[in-house]
């Protein structure tokens, strides 16, 4: 620990966020250098607490963002500055530390904006909510704005909707002991104008259920409310509230607009309320689609310097730019954006004007600096069911500064398992597992893996196996655990995982996730616990394949029925992602139940594999092509009308390769598909294969990475690290895709995108570390460079199929030589340890070990 706290407040005091200029020297010279080449035009940093309900983003320019909705984008930015400000750069103060500074100049004036989430006192819990009631959305979380078109008169939040697909939609209300409500909920149907197309069953916990048909009740487009008496009927603290799909409507579609809860006896017309006229406070008004989810009181700070330099006086002009979707009004010197969103301003003397429909300027006086003066100001942002407005002053400020850069200097996160010698990849490792613990939720006790603060808040099934897998490397099994209790709570009754229509493939990815975790583990007992539902899983699985002679296209007759590829590739068609996924799925769960000693279970799996690995192999027989460089390949759908890109939407097959193992390494089809996907690379990673059709998706350069190393081209995996590495932004994080550098703006998914952040992670790892059945090799991935005077590359308790084992190489600073040690798993040892020195200057071959209690070896190097 002493040895982090003397690094932390080294680059503390130098900033390590880069610009696009930024001085190489930090990175070892020659191929493999991290300098951002290929970084995204624009990004997004993360400054929010782990596990929070409060996603804070903080854009390129200092933007702040707000209350993303999926087809409206961020329905609230804040903004300091003027348009003709001139960005200079942005950085984090350190990885582990998400304090944004952004870098501008003003006319002779340098401007540094620091933007941070505030934190709480270590040791002093985060009680600022006090016993405030708390209202919080379960399951899917869902939203679309503007769906409906009320009339002027009514409330704003009409118009927008929480919506579910089939299922409830769910929120929770937890009140204080001994007080009562009514719960009011508001209803607007934008889509039908016929009755009798979405009755809903509205459910208040204490009252009783009631189906409304919000086009019969009030028309298409006009607003309905309807009140329930709401009492804690089953003594748990909560209040349950439910939106049902009546199961024979015509749409299964569920909406909400609004949710009030006033103190009973204390409410409204229903005309006041439909209107937004009354003088009643509610205790909680919630716009369900209008506005993200919101929470206890959270607030976010920015700390404006202004430097001048320069031998003459200038001048500058502050300001905030508000640009929202929400009503805006003042309060003295509060700005209300919304009902969840306050803007906390300085003291200085100003006006508000508007800027264009949804804009709004917040104009100061301006300030005139004299040559040399420094100036500082701040402003803070309040957020929540309560508003805390802080800070007061510029010393509060500056302390909360501080208070959040303690915060998460002794942050609870597993950033000391991985040690490499780049400082710009370990730099990257650090801001990955940060970056994947901000955008992790809790939701009904468990923490939820997620993808990202944005698109893809939510669960995934695939990206979050392997963000669970990431975590479970870095010794946090019991939360890797926790979060597949959570995916397997989405099973449905027939025994299928689908949370994407057509997503046949995610039964396989699941019966590998849980069965991977079973071995990280090395617990029986607890894959026993989960073993009926893995049984459930695999019977869908022979379900489907019977489905498949049923859908009207015999290519797939005998695989699975038409589905939805995804990771480029759109519609439903006959096609081998869901394939591949299956067969990995399949071939974990054999390997599983013979684990258990399920002998007879394994046999009869094993058969049913081997079959339909079977006619997997004949189908892709006849489904090789030739692309127009002469390539032999085997494309991902079986019938194509749309002359797709050979290396369209691979993505399954690398996984089928590893961490599937579905392949020998001579098949054809593994050969082939490999060096079609080698001949399309640009800037290190595979061309076109995702959504954007001339762009890079930036961690499919990890799946290509461990298929080569599978392959055993391990230096070539280590090459594609840096050609992925250099694809992030200066800030640490990638976003989904984006095009070559120079030839636009145009990106894809979310950002922080955290698949990307787990890819990173277990990509190291298995470069350094990987099981090849019973054996464990070392370093079979490691890149030359790592290998340079005084080197030191360290793993402590990394966690294994054998169990935790920790190394250290350290490059003698001569570089002639490497001291190594091994402290090997023990829960359940391999059979042996083989290190790969193939590759380094001198050596030749591998080194074997028998099992030792520890291994100590010095290697020459020359």
């Given at each position: 620990m002493m040895k982090f706290q003397i690094f932390f407040l080294v680059v503390l005091g130098m900033s390590i966020g880069l610009d696009s200029n930024a001085d190489e020297s930090i990175s070892p010279p020659g191929r493999s250098v991290v300098d951002f080449r290929y970084s995204p035009p624009s990004w997004q940093t993360a400054i929010c607490l782990p596990d929070d309900w409060q996603k804070t983003l903080v854009g390129k320019d200092g933007v702040l963002l707000y209350d993303f909705q999926n087809r409206s984008g961020f329905m609230t930015s804040i903004k300091w500055g003027n348009e003709d400000d001139e960005w200079l750069r942005q950085e984090l103060v350190h990885p582990r530390i998400p304090i944004v500074k952004t870098h501008k100049r003003s006319g002779g004036a340098l401007i540094t904006e620091t933007a941070f989430a505030v934190a709480p006192r270590l040791g002093g819990g985060d009680d600022r909510g006090g016993s405030r009631p708390t209202l919080k959305r379960m399951l899917t979380k869902s939203t679309m704005a503007n769906w409906a078109s009320p009339p002027e008169e009514f409330d704003p939040a009409f118009r927008h909707i929480a919506a579910a697909n089939g299922n409830p939609i769910y929120y929770r209300f937890c009140l204080p002991d001994g007080c009562s409500y009514t719960v009011v909920l508001g209803l607007c149907e934008g889509y039908w104008e016929e009755a009798g197309k979405r009755p809903l069953e509205l459910v208040v916990e204490g009252d009783a259920s009631r189906i409304v048909d919000a086009v019969a009740d009030r028309g298409a487009n006009v607003p309905g409310v309807y009140s329930f008496d709401a009492k804690d009927a089953d003594g748990d603290g909560w209040i349950d509230i439910h939106v049902n799909p009546i199961e024979e409507a015509p749409d299964q579609n569920v909406i909400l607009n609004v949710i009030w809860i006033f103190p009973t006896g204390d409410v409204p017309s229903d005309d006041d309320l439909l209107r937004g006229l009354f003088v009643q406070q509610p205790i909680v008004k919630l716009d369900c689609g209008g506005e993200a989810q919101s929470g206890p009181p959270r607030n976010d700070v920015v700390v404006i310097e202004y430097d001048n330099p320069s031998e003459k006086s200038c001048v500058v002009t502050p300001q905030v730019s508000i640009e929202t979707k929400f009503p805006v009004s003042e309060e003295g010197r509060r700005v209300l954006i919304g009902s969840h969103t306050k803007l906390v301003l300085p003291d200085l003397p100003y006006s508000i004007r508007p800027g264009g429909e949804a804009r709004r300027v917040i104009q100061f006086e301006p300030l005139n600096l004299a040559p040399g003066e420094k100036r500082s100001i701040c402003y803070g942002i309040a957020r929540g069911d309560v508003q805390f407005e802080i800070p007061s002053e510029l010393r509060e400020a500056y302390y909360l500064m501080k208070q959040s850069e303690t915060y998460w200097r002794n942050a609870d996160l597993p950033y000391e398992c991985i040690q490499v010698p780049d400082p710009a990849i370990q730099a990257q490792i650090d801001s990955a597992i940060r970056n994947i613990y901000q955008a992790r939720e809790i939701k009904d006790g468990l923490p939820a893996f997620q993808v990202g603060p944005t698109v893809y808040r939510g669960?995934?099934?695939?990206?979050?196996?392997?963000?669970?897998?990431?975590?479970?490397?870095?010794?946090?099994?019991?939360?890797?655990?926790?979060?597949?209790?959570?995916?397997?709570?989405?099973?449905?009754?027939?025994?299928?995982?689908?949370?994407?229509?057509?997503?046949?493939?995610?039964?396989?990815?699941?019966?590998?996730?849980?069965?991977?975790?079973?071995?990280?583990?090395?617990?029986?007992?607890?894959?026993?616990?989960?073993?009926?539902?893995?049984?459930?899983?695999?019977?869908?699985?022979?379900?489907?394949?019977?489905?498949?002679?049923?859908?009207?296209?015999?290519?797939?007759?005998?695989?699975?029925?038409?589905?939805?590829?995804?990771?480029?590739?759109?519609?439903?068609?006959?096609?081998?992602?869901?394939?591949?996924?299956?067969?990995?799925?399949?071939?974990?769960?054999?390997?599983?139940?013979?684990?258990?000693?399920?002998?007879?279970?394994?046999?009869?799996?094993?058969?049913?594999?081997?079959?339909?690995?079977?006619?997997?192999?004949?189908?892709?027989?006849?489904?090789?092509?030739?692309?127009?460089?002469?390539?032999?390949?085997?494309?991902?759908?079986?019938?194509?009308?749309?002359?797709?890109?050979?290396?369209?939407?691979?993505?399954?097959?690398?996984?089928?390769?590893?961490?599937?193992?579905?392949?020998?390494?001579?098949?054809?089809?593994?050969?082939?598909?490999?060096?079609?996907?080698?001949?399309?690379?640009?800037?290190?990673?595979?061309?076109?294969?995702?959504?954007?059709?001339?762009?890079?998706?930036?961690?499919?350069?990890?799946?290509?990475?461990?298929?080569?190393?599978?392959?055993?081209?391990?230096?070539?995996?280590?090459?594609?690290?840096?050609?992925?590495?250099?694809?992030?932004?200066?800030?640490?994080?990638?976003?989904?895709?984006?095009?070559?550098?120079?030839?636009?703006?145009?990106?894809v998914g979310d950002m922080p995108h955290n698949w990307a952040s787990a890819e990173l992670i277990r990509l190291v790892r298995h470069l350094l570390v990987l099981e090849r059945q019973n054996e464990l090799h070392l370093f079979e991935g490691l890149p030359r460079t790592w290998l340079q005077p005084g080197s030191e590359t360290r793993l402590r308790s990394v966690i294994t199929e054998f169990g935790s084992m920790s190394l250290e190489l350290v490059v003698s600073d001569q570089g002639d030589e490497a001291s190594l040690f091994i402290q090997p798993p023990r829960r359940n040892p391999p059979e042996r340890i083989v290190v790969h020195v193939e590759s380094w200057p001198g050596c030749e071959g591998v080194l074997s070990f028998e099992l030792k209690q520890e291994i100590r070896k010095t290697i020459r190097l020359n």
């Open positions: 669960l995934w099934v695939v990206d979050g196996s392997f963000l669970m897998e990431a975590v479970s490397f870095l010794g946090r099994l019991e939360e890797a655990r926790a979060g597949i209790r959570y995916l397997l709570n989405f099973q449905r009754e027939d025994g299928a995982f689908m949370l994407i229509d057509g997503h046949w493939k995610e039964t396989g990815i699941v019966l590998w996730a849980a069965t991977r975790h079973a071995v990280l583990a090395h617990d029986r007992d607890w894959l026993e616990s989960v073993w009926p539902q893995l049984m459930k899983g695999w019977d869908y699985i022979q379900t489907m394949r019977d489905m498949s002679f049923h859908d009207d296209e015999p290519l797939n007759d005998g695989l699975l029925p038409v589905g939805f590829s995804d990771g480029g590739l759109g519609g439903r068609y006959p096609e081998y992602t869901n394939v591949y996924w299956t067969l990995s799925g399949m071939k974990a769960a054999v390997d599983a139940a013979r684990w258990l000693g399920k002998k007879d279970l394994a046999d009869v799996w094993r058969d049913q594999y081997r079959e339909f690995y079977s006619t997997f192999q004949r189908s892709a027989k006849r489904d090789m092509k030739i692309d127009s460089r002469g390539q032999s390949h085997l494309p991902i759908r079986m019938r194509d009308d749309e002359g797709v890109a050979p290396q369209k939407g691979q993505w399954a097959f690398l996984h089928a390769v590893f961490p599937g193992k579905v392949f020998e390494p001579d098949d054809p089809p593994v050969r082939q598909n490999m060096s079609m996907l080698e001949s399309v690379e640009r800037e290190g990673l595979v061309y076109g294969t995702g959504w954007i059709s001339e762009g890079i998706w930036n961690y499919f350069g990890s799946f290509y990475a461990h298929a080569w190393l599978w392959l055993g081209r391990g230096s070539k995996a280590a090459d594609i690290l840096y050609a992925f590495a250099n694809h992030a932004s200066p800030l640490l994080a990638w976003r989904e895709e984006q095009l070559l550098k120079g030839e636009g703006e145009r990106v």
